[in-house]
């Protein structure tokens, strides 16, 4: 066999033989995945110990060798950005001992809060390749703590932006420029010492990417980097001969551009696969919003990227991924490539789930075997002030996101209680962790039953928690997150969730409904907080659900009583729910199904205003309305939202009503 025929057989680079570069290629991952543990092991952040960060190995251009295994979605796509950007900022300013830092959205970063490391990797005088670390720090300054402040329309209110910056110089440390750094965060201490271990994990990985010089020889080792990513262009573009070839567009949508009337902010996709590869064009996309609820052109990229390679598992990342996945985002000035200086922090809760689900819509299609609905949307709450448990009254921030669900699937229910589509990797806040470091006491944290969308295949289902602020002064609340009326949907027939949005004091006088998108609000020691992660849309039509498995999601306490037979048209009776025992009344369940499937489609036609006053009068409750109505107010208060809710009736029109027989 030739070398030629060995390369197209096997994927191997013609100049290196099979076994040696099958050994690179893991020993790169091996050496990412040895950085991300010794961030794990040093870092001072909760939050960067609850694996929000990731790692990637570079080639001497900057291009991505290899990804680490437990990477967060967002930031794939992005490290490679931030690598090249140092580049293109130092030329050939660069030396043996240099440690760069990064977070700057409009070089290609995510958000101010993800700081990244990148050291060079020399061999003498050469460059092959750079180590790099990106982790979020717990607050990077602006006008809230914790960074998230949901009214900031530019970046200046939304804390420090670091352009390419040296903190290492041929081994030494510059001191004063990490101290301006650090000091700009309203905990300099926990940012120092994130910002030593980032740092000393990228030294990790070049002590591995030296050892394997050392035993292989420069060239051998710099080949296989390219090769790797040789490699996993091969693969994707073979996939893809066996795909069909065509054109498909959808839309997803924010809840509302602060800034205009009421309404649903489109996020188009338009995805095209042909002989060359596959292509995005995301024309018809709004303009940039009001808020920070916006994404630049790295996080716009990363969603593309992560969203595809969802239907590609079992591919390797890296930049012969990205040489197959091209993308047309438009020119600045939109909600997917905002542009500086508009506000970006909470793209992640913005444009990037919407494109990820909207891409999950289209390769539903393409590979109906793997299709999946809508999964639920990526939140964070973050309550920070001055810590009354302590004589100095240190500024503490608890940062928290939740698991939700996501979509049903094509041949099984969808996954409940899981990390976000943003960020697949990341661990849920052990509560225990949460109420040593800040005056904030867990008082509920729980799977919401009837959260899942209902489908023949349900959503997986979400969470509920809660807590009761205790010694704390002059302490705000912010949350960001989204889909309070961009509801998680279903597909294929399949019915949505449940609206995001926090509640204050719920049950008392004092009870508030906070929305799905604030900050700065204050709070007090003993006020109560509570917030649902939505389930995932529901797959198929609702009516075709096996009632055996209806009545097995009941005693599982995913789906109420009520709902069962309100949702999927299914009786059940309860016989001892002591002991778990229910039976479902067929003669019942078929007539049921009968009465919803002649009357469902009607229920989308009636007046949106009469619908509003009976939930205002108690008569519908939130799932009527989003489920059998598709009526979308506001939650605290039952006013009607009159245009998202037209565009919110056309949306389940074409997802839902359409498939119902």
């Known amino acids: 066999m030739t070398a030629t025929d060995a390369t197209a057989t096997t994927g191997t680079p013609a100049d290196l033989d099979p076994v040696t570069f099958e050994v690179l290629k893991n020993a790169f991952a091996t050496a990412v995945d040895l950085m991300s543990e010794q961030i794990m092991r040093t870092c001072y952040s909760f939050v960067i110990y609850a694996r929000d ?18 990477d967060i979605a967002v930031h794939v796509g992005t490290l490679h950005f931030q690598c090249k950007a140092v580049l293109e900022e130092f030329g050939d300013d660069v030396h043996p001992g240099d440690v760069f830092a990064i977070n700057d959205p409009y070089r290609g970063g995510t958000h101010f809060n993800d700081v990244s490391f990148i050291r060079p990797i020399f061999v003498g005088a050469e460059i092959i390749g750079f180590a790099q670390n990106k ?10 703590p914790g960074s998230f402040d949901v009214n900031a329309q530019e970046h200046f209110g939304e804390g420090l932006r670091i352009t390419p910056v040296r903190v290492w110089h041929r081994g030494r440390f510059l001191h004063d420029v990490a101290q301006l750094l650090v000091s700009n965060t309203r905990s300099p201490y926990s940012s120092m010492g994130d910002l030593n271990a980032q740092a000393e994990a990228t030294a990790v990985c070049e002590r591995e990417v030296l ?7 420069k060239d051998t080792v710099v080949a296989a980097m390219g090769g790797v990513q040789d490699y996993v262009e091969r693969i994707v573009r073979h996939r893809l001969t066996e795909l069909p070839r065509g054109t498909w567009t959808t839309v997803d949508h924010l809840d509302a551009d602060p800034g205009q009337p009421e309404g649903l902010v489109p996020v188009v996709v338009t995805m095209t696969i042909d002989e060359d590869g596959i292509h995005y064009d995301l024309a018809g996309s709004a303009p940039a919003v009001s808020t920070f609820l916006n994404s630049g052109y790295g996080t716009t990229h990363s969603a593309l990227y992560a969203g595809t390679k969802t239907f590609f598992p079992e591919v390797p990342l890296n930049s012969g991924f990205y040489r197959v996945v091209q993308a ?28 990820m689900n909207g891409i999950f819509e289209i390769w539903s299609q393409v590979m109906p075997e793997r299709a999946m609905a809508c999964a639920f949307n990526l939140e964070y709450l973050l309550v920070g002030g001055r810590d009354a448990r302590t004589a100095e009254r240190s500024y503490f921030m608890w940062y928290d996101w939740m698991a939700g669900g996501w979509g049903g699937r094509a041949t099984k229910d969808g996954s409940g209680a899981t990390a976000p589509v943003f960020g697949a990797g990341l661990a849920v806040q052990p509560v225990e962790g949460q109420e040593r ?33 205790t010694d704390c002064e002059t302490t705000v609340m912010s949350y960001c997150c989204d889909r309070a009326r961009s509801i998680t949907w279903g597909i294929e027939g399949g019915l949505p969730s449940v609206p995001h949005g926090v509640w204050l004091n719920k049950g008392t006088e004092e009870e508030r409904f906070l ?16 917030r649902p992660s939505a389930g995932g849309g529901g797959f198929g039509d609702p009516l075709t659900r096996d009632p055996t498995e209806v009545v097995e999601d009941v005693i599982d ?14 009786v059940v009776t309860p016989i001892d729910p002591e002991l778990d025992r229910y039976e479902v009344d067929r003669a019942a369940t078929e007539e049921l199904r009968r009465e919803i499937a002649a009357a469902r489609r009607g229920w989308l036609e ?9 939930y205002r009068a108690g008569e519908l409750d939130i799932l009527d309305l989003v489920r059998r109505y598709g009526v979308i107010v506001d939650w605290g208060t039952g006013q009607l939202h009159a245009t998202t809710t037209r565009q919110y009736r056309e949306l389940m029109a074409k997802r839902s009503a359409a498939h119902w027989t």
């Not at 047309?328 to 494109?355: Q, R």
Request: glycine share 18%; aromatic share 8%; net charge negative.
């Open 557 to 570: 306490g995913y789906v109420s009583v009520e709902r069962a037979a309100r949702d999927y048209g299914v």
């Open 515 to 530: 929305g799905s998108t604030f900050s700065g609000v204050p709070v007090r020691p003993g006020d109560a907080f509570t």
């Open 328 to 355: 047309d985002i438009g020119s600045e000035g939109t909600v997917v490539n905002a542009g500086w200086p508009h506000a970006v922090t909470g793209f992640c809760s913005g444009p990037y789930e919407k494109l």
């Open 53 to 70: 960060f990731s790692s990637a190995l570079c080639d001497a251009e900057g291009n991505t060798v290899m990804q680490g295994t437990g």
């Open 211 to 217: 050892r394997l010089v050392d035993r292989y020889g």
């Open 606 to 614: 009636e007046d949106a205003d009469d619908v509003a006053r009976r």
């Open 135 to 144: 982790g979020h720090w717990a607050d990077i300054g602006g006008t809230v």
């Open 437 to 469: 470091l800040s005056p904030v006491l867990t008082t509920a944290h729980r799977i919401v039953t009837d959260s899942g969308g209902p489908g023949r295949h349900r959503g997986g289902c979400g969470l509920e928690k809660g807590g009761t602020l």
